[in-house]
């Protein structure tokens, strides 16, 4: 629609229902009038626009001619509306002289006579959409550049996310800010007017994909909402709370404010447990645990499947605290949140193992003092062991084997006096053992096998008088055995095999009398095989391949079960007196010197299944054949 008031145009006398009510699109250059000399000038840009439906609002400027006379009438304002089908005009007091419209319904609803454009309106129509087109995109442009130079505050509250703005945009009552052209008769120009930065209160939407991430939508905070975030904060730290993160920490809070069916007290003492519980859940992957039972869905947690609650004295207050969290074997798919050692302060017993958790063990492992059972082997878990784990006193049983541990042993270990088993086996730690494990003097099972670990044996694990067994097998340890090891008088189980150590087996190991198990093959250990195996009754596995042993086989030999001793440098006969090994079930005499005949009675021992004599130089009797 055009309206056009306080306007003359003298010699214009179209009669009604004949020029007037013709479309826009159909009137000719000499049935209006030239349009001309209509320029851009940013000073006469005042309250003449142009309005087109669904565009940006643009400033306009210029005048029409009548045809006949040079008097220029000013343009106040011009509406075209997208189907161009309707023309209607607020006739001013001159201008109804003319046209004399009985009103401007009667004159809107008059017969429209059709008509065709001419070659210089197809241009100018023509021309006009491609400025439009030309503006949209050059406002888009400029938006896009002022986006990615700043930020809009929202709200001070840090939980509200802060959205993009476009410095240079306005507020809709700002018609300063929208980008002015002017046309003329026959030229088109664009010229985009800047206004200075006006503040706004909500984030204008461009059509391009910012770079940065989109942030969550901001959630109705309530005063609940707030309360209990005040007191989980100082447990998860305000980052993982953040409105734009997509952290369990954030689920379980929004869980807690909402969907908690006990709609628990902000205030109350309980709440940090709950709140770490339910971090646990989301952390690990609750909805895809095998068993879930009542998580998140019953009020009380002690009923939920793998917590167990029993009464405890906290300062003298009788009251159901969370003891043990045993969730193994339960297709457990994350990492572990720290809140577990934050919050739950009278936990005994952490079983995690046989899972698929990942990550790192959080530094703050140490704050739980009550654990006695960490059981976290058969997992993922990657990362260096906390120092901080030499806080955690009431340690009894580590088990953290099977997993994907780096770095060194921290010494700190050494300061847990309680400790009695520590299997870190199967992982890939490094550097040397730290010679505070002497001090462990409760440790009875000391099982590290299967890492990178190098270096000596510390001369202070002889100190661990508790050892039973010792696992430094598969490493890449080296040097001579300590003679101080046999100080451990109560080891029974020794594995050093697939290391580089060397030298001669300590005679000292003869006052080992508890020992059962010697592995020490794929070495490099040199002299003969150890005469005090005779008087070692308890003895009944030894496996000395794969190293650089020499001389004789000892006549005397414990009666053992197993007897390796193949691929050394060992000659001479077989001693008549290995006929007695009623016990022995494997022989295993391969790749030596050995010589001389093959004793008949070694056929008639009780419970041999293997014997291995090839590689050697034996006379070989026909009645051997009849075994």
Not at 307 to 312: F, R
Not at 349 to 368: Q, V
Not at 524 to 545: A, D, E, H, K
Request: one cysteine or more; a negative charge; charged letters at 20%.
């Amino acid at each position: 629609k055009m309206a056009m008031e306080n306007s003359t145009l003298s010699n214009a006398n179209p009669t009604r229902g004949q020029d007037w009510d013709k479309p826009l699109h159909d009137f000719q250059s000499n049935d209006f009038g030239d349009i001309n000399r209509m320029t851009a000038n940013r000073q006469s840009f005042q309250d003449k626009y142009i309005d087109i439906e669904n565009q940006p609002t643009a400033n306009i400027h210029g005048t029409i001619h009548d045809g006949n006379h040079d008097t220029a009438h000013p343009i106040e304002t011009i509406q075209i509306d997208r189907d161009f089908n309707a023309l209607t005009e607020e006739c001013g007091p001159e201008l109804r002289q003319t046209c004399n419209p009985e009103s401007v319904e009667e004159w809107a609803s008059a017969e429209k006579t059709p008509s065709t454009f001419n070659r210089y309106q197809r241009l100018l129509v023509g021309l006009l959409l491609l400025c439009m087109v030309g503006l949209a995109i050059g406002l888009s442009v400029v938006l896009f550049q002022q986006k990615k130079q700043g930020m809009v505050k929202i709200s001070d509250d840090p939980t509200v996310p802060q959205m993009p703005i476009e410095e240079n945009r306005a507020t809709s009552g700002d018609k300063t800010s929208t980008p002015a052209f002017s046309f003329s008769s026959d030229e088109i120009s664009l010229e985009p007017t800047v206004s200075p930065p006006v503040p706004i209160k909500t984030p204008i939407p461009t059509i391009f994909q910012s770079s940065k991430p989109t942030p969550s939508p901001t959630r109705v905070v309530s005063i609940r909402y707030k309360q209990i975030k005040s007191r989980v904060v100082n447990i998860s730290g305000a980052e993982s709370l953040k409105q734009t993160a997509d952290t369990p920490q954030l689920k379980a809070l929004g869980w807690l404010a909402d969907k908690d069916p006990s709609q628990i007290n902000p205030f109350d003492e309980n709440l940090p447990v709950r709140y770490a519980l339910t971090v646990l859940y989301f952390s690990l992957q609750g909805d895809g645990w095998k068993t879930d039972t009542n998580w998140i869905v019953t009020p009380d947690c002690c009923n939920w499947i793998g917590v167990t609650c029993e009464s405890v004295n906290d300062m003298g207050i009788e009251r159901q605290a969370i003891t043990e969290l045993n969730l193994s074997k339960n297709n457990l798919v994350g990492s572990i949140p720290k809140e577990i050692f934050g919050t739950l302060k009278f936990l005994k017993d952490l079983s995690l193992h046989t899972n698929s958790i990942s990550g790192a063990l959080p530094e703050n492992i140490g704050l739980r003092e009550s654990i006695q059972t960490l059981q976290l082997y058969s997992n993922n878990i990657s990362g260096t062991i906390p120092a901080s784990i030499g806080n955690m006193k009431g340690l009894v049983k580590v088990y953290m084997d099977k997993n994907k541990l780096s770095g060194t042993i921290p010494p700190q270990i050494g300061n847990l006096a309680l400790l009695e088993d520590l299997h870190l086996y199967d992982n890939s730690l490094v550097g040397d053992l730290p010679t505070e494990l002497g001090l462990l003097s409760n440790v009875w099972r000391l099982w590290l096998s299967g890492n990178k670990i190098g270096g000596e044996i510390p001369p202070q694990i002889g100190n661990m008088e508790s050892l039973d067994s010792l696992y430094l097998d598969d490493n890449n340890m080296y040097g001579a055995i300590p003679a101080a090891l046999s100080n451990a008088i109560m080891l029974k189980d020794l594995r050093l095999d697939q290391n580089s150590f060397y030298g001669e087996i300590p005679k000292e190991f003869g006052n080992l009398k508890n020992l059962n198990i010697l592995y020490l093959q794929n070495n490099f250990f040199v002299g003969p095989v150890p005469s005090w195996f005779g008087s070692s009754t308890r003895l009944q596995y030894i496996n000395l391949s794969k190293n650089q042993f020499d001389g004789n086989l000892p006549s005397k030999i414990s009666n053992p079960e197993l007897l390796d001793l193949s691929e050394n440098n060992l000659e001479g006969n077989i001693p008549n007196e290995w006929e007695n090994q009623n016990d022995l079930r494997a022989l295993f005499l391969q790749g030596n010197r050995l010589s001389g005949s093959i004793p008949n009675g070694l056929q008639n021992l009780p419970n041999l299944k293997e014997l291995h004599l090839y590689g050697n130089n034996f006379n070989v009797e026909k009645g051997l054949c009849s075994w």
